[in-house]
């Protein structure tokens, strides 16, 4: 039994010791589980622990981006220019600014060094400056010219540095300065301005207090800085201007903030000087006065010049009487004036006659001392009112205002002749003169002042048409002359491009034989419509205008070429041709072209003849002289036109090789057995043929008249008995008859 047992009691033992076995392994695992679950539970708050840093980190992340992010766009967006520099200068970082102070794109300014963008003067500067950053290591600055790559305008930049940690790279700001500097060079200026303009200035307060004064306003006042600081404006004032000018200056002044003008001021020796003021004013933000500006000059000197000019160019210098110029300005006045009170006014237009002689005879000082008399004389046969000018020469003029009646216009005239033919005592000499005087009235006779002008002048030259030492009223017959005058120049300059002129020639007879040996070439004017016009209406004109010089070459031309072709079968045949004294006065060599167009033409000189005037010769001087010896020495003769009826003298004869006298047809056309006219044609040939000079009589028009003059011994004949004027074909034809 106890055998049968023993199994059992070990197998309880072992169920026993593998259930405490197992109650440990539970217990254990039990306690695991708890370790388990508390390491679990760590864990898991470790985990949100993890997971709350992770969520800090991000924070910070990207507050630390965002902030990267708006450090970036401060750095490029940055209003004064940011680099860094390497030790050797290179540039290794810049902002948008920087750049384009530089004037270059960003991407193009890797190892570029800065100072290749530094003006030649500013290289030393910089290369100290860069060296004494990293010696130092502290901030720095200076200035720099830059001259940008895009050849913008040239910078001028405050430099400012400071070395890095690393002490290979420094950190740059560059400060745009050249507005500033600009403006510092302004202000200097100013200042200089200020200082050294010859203009004196002078600043006052709002209580017209002197804040200050310039070196000028000291040396033209008198008053230093210290003196004048604090005293009134009215420091200067001289008391020559009444309160009324003040008034009105400080009311411009209040009201526009402006005022300039000439004032009279005093210095501070006391003496009184004219200026030019100049004052302005300088306002506050309220609008109201802060300070006032006034600049001056002292204009006395230019005052007095300006009415020396203004004297010189308005009066005459030797009568002191009104020129041209102011007689056309009061004119004017008088007219406008006359149109307003409705009454009339005269002009009076006065020429001396035969002032020439008083210069000619007694000298041109004497002449002057005429004029200044008669500018006297004038003067006391007018009002105050009225103006007496003087045009020039011996022209004078006098404006009648304000009419109450025209009578008086004829009383003033008479009395002006009366005075001017007394005599003038003129420094020991005695002279007498006389004044032609021409009148026209304003408005009644025209409303124009050149027509009118041009009136009293007509009206003048009626008067010494008249017989001089008189006066003429002009009239309307007067204006149509004029006018058709005027209507005549102006058909006469194109008269000769169009070919309206031709050439008439009157035979000249050889009496003895009755033989054509020469011509007289008169030229015709055929007008295209107004038909043939007398030379004696275009003639005087002509020479007036000076168209003469022109004309006169086309006659000779024409002239010259018919000769050549009458030659070819009359070898002596000479043709005439008249020339006016204004072609011996202004073409001065023009003859030496006649010259060579005759040797062109293979005509000697002997085949012309130049007709002149007595007038001519009667004013000879070295030009005429010189042109008629030149015409004798080429072959060409002289012939006297007109004898008898101008100033014949003997002397005239004498002095001039004169080949031809022209009787005038004056004395022929009156010629009988016992007229005076053959004994005075008589004593002509006579006096010709003991000088050697040939005659030829004009105007023949009956054959007693012929006889008469071959019988006195007359050589050439020229009238209408032989035949009239007439074409170059027409003149052949008299020719060929014989």
Known sequence: MTKTNQPFTDTDKLRRRANQQLAQQQSSVSGIEMDAKKLLHELQVHQIELEMQNEELLVAQLEAEASLERYTELYDMAPVGYLTLGRDGAILQTNLKAARQLGIFRSQLKQQRFSSFISVDSLPVFNDFLSGVFVGRTAQNCELTLLPVDRSPMLIVQFEAIANDDDQTCRVILVDITERKVNEEKLKLANLVYQAIGEAIMVADADNRIVTVNPAFTELTGYSLQEAIGQSTTLLKSGHQNEAFYQIMWHTLETTGHWQGEIWNRRKNGETYLEWLTINTVYDDQNKVRHRVAMFSDITDQKHAEQTIWQQANFDSLTGLPNRHLFYERLAQEMKKSRRVGLPLALLFLDLDHFKDVNDTLGHGKGDLLLKEMAQRLLNCVRNTDTVARLGGDEFTIILAELQEQDSIERIAQDILYQLTKPFELAGEIAYVSVSIGITLYPEDTDNIDVLIKNADQAMYAAKDQG??????????????????????????????????????????????????????????????????????????????????????????????????????????????????????????????????LRELGLPGQSIVVEITEGLLMDA?????????????????????????????????????IDYLKIDQSFTRNLGPNANELALCEAIIVMAHKLGIKVIAEGIETREQCDLLMAAGCDYGQGYLFSRPVAADEFEKLLVAG
């Open 621 to 657: 001087g070295t030009l005429i002289i010189d042109q008629l010896l030149a015409f004798r020495d080429a072959g060409i003769q002289v012939s006297l036109d007109d004898f008898g009826t101008g100033y014949s003298s003997l002397s005239y004869l004498k002095k001039f090789d």
């Open 468 to 597: 001089r030492n008189c006066r003429h009223y002009f009239t309307l017959s007067m204006q149509e002359a004029a006018l058709t005058r005027m209507r005549l120049i102006n058909d006469l300059r194109h008269a000769l491009a169009e070919r309206q002129f031709w050439l008439a020639y009157q035979p000249i007879v050889e009496l003895k034989t009755g033989f054509i040996r020469k011509a007289e070439a008169l030229i015709r004017w055929q007008h295209p419509t107004r038909g043939l016009i007398s030379p004696a209406d275009f003639i005087p004109v002509a020479e007036a205008t000076g168209m003469i010089i022109d004309i006169g070459e086309w006659v000779f031309r024409e002239a010259a070429q018919q000769a050549a072709q009458w030659r070819k079968h009359h070898d002596d045949f000479q043709v005439s041709i008249n020339k006016s004294p204004v072609q011996f006065q202004k073409e001065g060599n023009g003859h030496l072209a006649w010259f060579e167009y």
